[in-house]
């Protein structure tokens, strides 16, 4: 009779586990934050706000602020000229990024430790086993 009320509860308990397990494996994904950015502000931006991670992505960014400046400026030829051509710009996207990824990784549980350790003296052996992990 008490079998059926302690079924319900297992499946909660392994539920709320489950939520807990992939919960840790939570990451910051810097395309998404860029395109929900360029979303946000798509009147400013036009789409092309982007961080420039490799020398080819920075080579892409010069040739289009070439290209910008091959021709008379319109206001928003001028933002987008700013976007492309401004390395404080590129600074602050970096450094969000690694904001958001810091507060990504303070959020998550530490993960478990296991210490081993054994202890002879004489004939006697001793083995320690300690399994840790953090709450908070």
Known sequence: MNRPLRMPRAKLVIAVAAVAVLSGCASVNLEQNLSSANAAASSFTDGQLTLARDQSERDALRQRASDLLAKPLSQ??????????????????????????????????ANPILSLERVRLGDETEIGRLLSFGLL
């Open 76 to 109: 928003k030829d001028a933002v987008q000229l700013a976007l492309v051509n401004s390395p404080s710009l590129q600074a602050i996207v970096a450094q969000n990024w690694a904001d958001a990824s810091t507060a990504a990784q303070s959020g998550r549980i």
